[in-house]
């Protein structure tokens, strides 16, 4: 069976870190370029980080420099590392496998398909 688990969340203060994993099953990750995404309450879906099946990421404005992206290919994971964490990354974080490849629709959820489950990250003092 296909699968995508997200694990790694939690509660973290301002200015913290936090890794995210990302476990694939039934199928091999690295065929595929594999997004992370949010969602806050009252707040759209958001596209934050992809990584390409070469290696090559992608982030959104809201995160660059402070979140980065990697994949394990032997352990059929990919993470999300977060640093300088703010209250407003407050959130549920995804994984999604892209649909295909278009490097223009690299943080569009429309793109994406066998979500996981998601995982709470909360940044509160």
């Known amino acids: 069976q296909l699968q995508l688990v997200e694990s790694g969340g939690g509660l973290v203060q301002p200015g913290g870190s936090l890794r995210l994993s990302c476990a694939a099953s039934g199928f091999s990750l690295d065929d595929y370029a594999i997004g992370w995404f949010r969602q806050a309450p009252g707040k759209e879906r958001e596209g934050i980080s992809c990584?390409?099946?070469?290696?090559?990421?992608y982030y959104a404005d809201s995160v660059k420099g402070r979140f980065t992206s990697s994949r394990d290919n032997a352990k059929n994971t990919v993470y999300l590392q977060m640093n300088s964490l703010k209250p407003e990354d407050t959130a549920v974080y995804y994984c999604?496998?892209?649909?295909?490849?278009?490097?223009?629709?690299?943080?569009?959820?429309?793109?994406?398909?066998?979500w996981g489950q998601g995982t709470q990250v909360t940044v509160s003092s």
């Open positions: 990584i390409t099946t070469d290696g090559s990421t």
């Open positions: 999604a496998v892209h649909r295909g490849w278009d490097r223009f629709q690299a943080l569009e959820y429309q793109a994406y398909d066998y």
